[in-house]
């Protein structure tokens, strides 16, 4: 409880005036929260039911919030919801990357190890897991429609609408903010080349620059900071927020999926220069997926700070979300996760994008934040191995609703209680195409489905995983392969050519 203020909840404004003034620790002591006034507080006007909303921050990396130890990075809002939320301090993604892991979200349940698996029609990119929703699974949105939930999804990660996918089934409303990234919405044709070059340093490879001239067209006649994307898809969704209190909406379910701080990475000026100046060049707002040695040490300083300025804005535009939800008085009532799908490499071990082989933290850490509307761990930490597919089974537990059957998640409530899960998890695996992870309290594993490169660290005294020790390790290489990943998988995971 707050000094002076007896029962009174220690709300993310109070952090941030805290923190304003030299506080900032207010919101990370566990002492400092108090919890709501009963089951009563998160009712919906004329409702049974508390609100829903999951907030996805595409490639958010873990070491780039401030509550997570980062010194550097400007990320106020995340580090204010710490302070009314449980943080979990080990989630990860099920698998990896954007479409597998949002997969997990909705059906909760493992796409790894991604058996059965078939390149869908149209795409260009198609790691192993990258497909539709299968028609056998049903979603957490169609079951909360069909519990009269209003349902909603406002989005730019342009992926989950493209026509090779399902991922508004269920959604009473699905908001499709186009033009991030490589949608084919505007004609990039009369994008110069001195534009592409603008934007790209000279080790780019084709396909980013071609990434970039299909932005520059999508974004071209941008005329300020409301324009970006991050920006558009919060506006619209605190737009969402009035229409669906004043007319009567609730209970709702909103998804708000937010594909900033995922590249090309051209934030206004004002955020860049938080993280430095003096530079001159061609901007590297897009990495090469794979070895680091296409882009020079000053370049790559620069493509750091465009990625922290990224983050920063992406906060901002967050944290207005969470004062319309504060206005609004649905932090009382709403259930709240907060989360990324994976992070990215920025050279840390010699690589930059997300090449399937580098399951290092910078790839899978992710953070994690739950907000019960009772005040559930508001405040505190766990480190229980939470993850994507854990969403949809917590949210239809909190609202006493049958799972479907294919869910294989866990209800995350009992570790919000301060309580054991009814699964521990002694360790954790995930995927990403014919690479598999993973790790327990001791050792991180890295290693091809087949069993071959294996790549294996000392975590109590390499938390970075920077060296490797399988070649004197082979008997625990051999373990958490067969007893992890091998029977979390249920047989040997498929070879993926």
């Known amino acids: 409880m707050s000094e002076g203020s007896p029962g009174r909840r220690v709300t993310r404004r109070d952090f941030l005036k805290a923190a304003g003034a030299g506080g900032a620790g207010l919101a990370l002591a566990g002492s400092s929260v108090a919890a709501t006034?009963?089951?009563?507080?998160?009712?919906?006007?004329?409702?049974?039911?508390?609100?829903?909303?999951?907030?996805?921050?595409?490639?958010?990396?873990?070491d780039h919030v401030g509550v997570y130890g980062n010194e550097r990075v400007k990320t106020p809002n995340l580090d204010a919801l710490a302070g009314d939320s449980m943080r979990f301090t080990q989630a990860y993604p099920e698998s990896i990357p954007t479409i597998c892991a949002r997969r997990a979200v909705y059906t909760g349940t493992r796409t790894w190890p991604f058996r059965g698996w078939v390149p869908q029609k149209g795409e260009t990119f198609f790691p192993a897991g990258w497909q539709r929703i299968p028609e056998d699974q049903?979603?957490?949105?169609?079951?909360?429609?069909?519990?009269?939930?209003?349902?909603?999804?406002?989005?730019?990660?342009?992926?989950?609408?493209?026509?090779?996918?399902?991922?508004?089934?269920?959604?009473?409303?699905?908001?499709?903010?186009?033009?991030?990234?490589?949608?084919?919405?505007?004609?990039p044709l009369d994008i110069p080349d001195s534009e592409v070059d603008r934007y790209t340093v000279s080790g780019n490879n084709q396909s980013m620059r071609d990434k970039v001239?299909?932005?520059?067209?999508?974004?071209?006649?941008?005329?300020?900071?409301?324009?970006?994307?991050?920006?558009?898809?919060?506006?619209?969704?605190?737009?969402?927020?009035?229409?669906?209190?004043?007319?009567?909406?609730?209970?709702?379910?909103?998804?708000?999926?937010?594909?900033?701080?995922?590249?090309?990475?051209?934030?206004?000026?004002?955020?860049?220069?938080?993280?430095?100046?003096?530079?001159?060049?061609?901007?590297?707002?897009?990495?090469?997926?794979?070895?680091?040695?296409?882009?020079?040490?000053?370049?790559?300083?620069?493509?750091?700070?465009?990625?922290?300025?990224?983050?920063?804005?992406?906060?901002?535009?967050?944290?207005?979300?969470?004062?319309?939800?504060?206005?609004?008085?649905?932090?009382?009532?709403?259930?709240?996760?907060?989360?990324?799908?994976?992070?990215?490499?920025?050279?840390?071990?010699?690589?930059?994008?997300?090449?399937?082989?580098?399951?290092?933290?910078?790839?899978?850490?992710?953070?994690?934040?739950?907000?019960?509307?009772?005040?559930?761990?508001?405040?505190?930490?766990?480190?229980?191995?939470?993850?994507?597919?854990?969403?949809?089974?917590?949210?239809?537990?909190?609202?006493?609703?049958?799972q479907p059957p294919q869910m294989s998640g866990q209800d995350l409530t009992?570790?919000?209680?301060?309580?054991?899960?009814?699964?521990?998890?002694?360790?954790?695996?995930?995927?990403?195409?014919?690479y598999s992870w993973a790790r327990d309290e001791n050792y991180a594993l890295i290693i091809r489905n087949d069993g071959s490169e294996a790549r294996l660290y000392d975590l109590r005294e390499d938390p970075n995983m920077d060296n490797d020790i399988s070649s004197d390790n082979r008997q625990t290489v051999r373990k958490m392969y067969d007893d992890y990943i091998v029977a979390d998988a249920g047989g040997e995971p498929p070879p993926i050519y």
């Open 414 to 434: 009992p570790v919000l209680e301060g309580n054991s899960p009814k699964e521990e998890r002694s360790h954790f695996t995930l995927g990403y195409d014919e």
């Open 37 to 62: 006034n009963g089951s009563d507080s998160y009712m919906p006007r004329g409702g049974s039911r508390m609100n829903v909303v999951v907030v996805m921050l595409d490639s958010l990396r873990k």
């Open 213 to 402: 001239r299909q932005y520059r067209a999508n974004v071209a006649g941008r005329s300020g900071e409301k324009d970006y994307f991050a920006p558009m898809v919060f506006s619209r969704s605190m737009d969402y927020l009035d229409l669906v209190t004043s007319n009567g909406g609730e209970p709702f379910f909103l998804v708000v999926d937010s594909f900033d701080p995922h590249e090309p990475w051209d934030p206004p000026q004002s955020y860049v220069d938080q993280y430095g100046g003096g530079y001159s060049g061609g901007e590297p707002i897009v990495p090469n997926y794979g070895d680091s040695d296409w882009i020079s040490e000053r370049e790559l300083e620069r493509m750091k700070a465009l990625y922290s300025a990224e983050v920063t804005m992406t906060d901002k535009w967050f944290g207005d979300f969470m004062n319309k939800m504060e206005d609004l008085g649905l932090m009382q009532n709403t259930l709240l996760f907060v989360l990324s799908d994976h992070g990215i490499a920025l050279g840390e071990h010699g690589y930059t994008g997300k090449p399937f082989t580098a399951l290092w933290p910078e790839l899978t850490d992710i953070p994690y934040f739950v907000h019960h509307p009772e005040g559930k761990g508001a405040g505190e930490t766990s480190d229980f191995y939470a993850s994507t597919h854990d969403i949809a089974p917590t949210i239809l537990a909190n609202m006493n609703i049958d």
């Open 138 to 187: 049903v979603s957490v949105t169609e079951t909360l429609s069909d519990n009269e939930y209003t349902t909603a999804l406002i989005s730019d990660t342009e992926h989950l609408f493209k026509a090779s996918m399902n991922f508004q089934r269920g959604f009473d409303i699905f908001d499709y903010i186009r033009g991030q990234e490589r949608d084919h919405w505007r004609s």
